[in-house]
């Protein structure tokens, strides 16, 4: 594993994925990338888990953009175009993950960072974390992905006015917004997180690759006859589960008592 990057299973069934570059504001080097996209895809398909959730070292920063020192000598067009497909087949591993994946926004999340913050399933807000697609500060537009992820979350008028303007978006604009789904007060190991998480981890995995499949399709684009074929497709895997006979057994058990 790439020494960017700490991964953790817990017992519960997430899988925190730290990127651990606080001295560089946990910049997304291209290593670092390719690191992370191998360990969400590990995660993803390791049979215990329900969720992913990547964050950022430190209290700062959740991720910063791309690693300017190493993108300096990007210069031509062949060389942009890779630069960028590398990235963007980066981040399609976390929007392709098996599970939901959560962004914990330890601190801001800039740039190449706000790309990989929408390009998870769900965002959770430390109160002091800000979201920035600051992007056209640098000159350059977004190249990950990640401006068609922030357009289908909050509307391309609000999409354009965060990209043109290079906003910090705070905790409670982006919760007004639907770009946050919640904020905690008390760290990624609090009562907040867990009051958040824990009714996911009570759904079994085959019922969380069902709904990832479901937003994975919505997110690519799929037509409609298809998204709904995925949807038949795992309602039978989860109503032959058992998981499925023996909750509907217990419910029986209860009408009867």
């Known amino acids: 594993m790439n020494a960017d990057l700490d991964v953790t299973a817990r017992a519960t069934g997430v899988v925190w994925i730290t990127i651990n570059r606080a001295d560089k504001h946990n910049a997304l080097a291209g290593g670092v990338l390719d690191a992370l996209a191998t360990a969400v895809r590990a995660a993803g398909e390791a049979p215990g888990t329900r969720l992913v959730a990547i964050r950022g070292a430190g209290n700062r920063f959740f991720a910063a953009g791309g690693d300017l020192v190493e993108l300096a000598s990007v210069r031509a067009q062949d060389e942009i175009h890779a630069m960028a497909d590398r990235a963007r087949a980066a981040l399609d591993a976390v929007r392709e993950c098996a599970v939901p994946v959560i962004a914990y926004l330890n601190g801001d999340a800039i740039g190449g960072g706000a790309e990989l913050a929408v390009a998870c399933d769900m965002r959770v807000f430390a109160p002091h974390a800000r979201l920035g697609f600051v992007q056209g500060r640098m000159g350059i537009s977004?190249?990950?992905?990640?401006?068609?992820?922030?357009?289908?979350l909050v509307g391309p008028a609000r999409a354009t006015r965060l990209m043109s303007r290079c906003e910090m978006l705070s905790a409670p604009l982006a919760l007004a917004w639907g770009l946050a789904d919640v904020e905690v007060s008390d760290g990624p190991e609090g009562a907040d997180m867990q009051a958040f998480i824990q009714p996911m981890l009570d759904r079994s995995r085959g019922v969380m690759k069902a709904i990832k499949a479901q937003a994975s399709a919505w997110r690519?684009?799929?037509?409609?006859?298809?998204?709904?074929?995925?949807?038949?497709?795992?309602?039978?895997?989860?109503?032959?589960s058992d998981e499925h006979w023996a909750a509907v057994d217990r419910f029986l058990s209860k009408e009867k008592t």
Do not use: F, S, Y
């Open 142 to 152: 977004t190249a990950w992905g990640g401006g068609p992820d922030l357009c289908a």
């Open 220 to 240: 690519g684009g799929l037509g409609n006859q298809a998204r709904r074929d995925i949807e038949r497709e795992h309602v039978l895997a989860t109503w032959t």
